[in-house]
């Protein structure tokens, strides 16, 4: 398993960005397919975005295309996010993810390791 530690959560007004980032220790980081999750008060927790090991391959929830975009940087472990056009309904605690053989990349149960989640809060 590797450790994920997720940074850049905060408060935005509706029609801004954030970028969120999550650190991963260990040398095989490159392995891991990669995901963002996210978890309103009172919700499930959501599939937002993944990449694979290489960065080659993204996916996205419907709601997000377009609007966030998931990039990686093996050299230096670190998984990204970018969120553009926030809406309030996008405010929730963001959870990285990590996992070595993901046949369904939108489901929580096939990631091996999770960050401790980072909060985003749009206003209006």
């Known amino acids: 398993q590797v450790q994920l530690v997720e940074f850049g959560g905060g408060l935005v007004q509706a029609g801004g960005s954030l970028r969120l980032s999550c650190a991963a220790s260990?040398?095989?980081?490159?392995?891991?397919?990669m995901g963002w999750f996210r978890q309103a008060p009172g919700k499930e927790r959501e599939f937002v975005a993944a990449?694979?090991?290489?960065?080659?391959?993204?996916y996205y929830a419907d709601s997000m295309k377009g609007r966030f975009t998931i990039s990686r940087d093996n050299a230096k472990n670190t998984v990204y996010l970018q969120m553009n056009s926030l809406k309030p309904e996008d405010t929730a605690v963001y959870y990285c993810?990590?996992?070595?053989?993901?046949?369904?990349?939108?489901?929580?149960?096939?990631?091996?390791?999770w960050g401790q989640g980072t909060q985003v809060t749009i206003s209006s």
């Open positions: 993810a990590a996992g070595l053989f993901l046949a369904r990349v939108g489901i929580v149960e096939e990631y091996d390791s």
């Open positions: 990449i694979s090991g290489s960065g080659g391959n993204t």
């Open positions: 260990g040398r095989t980081f490159s392995s891991y397919a």
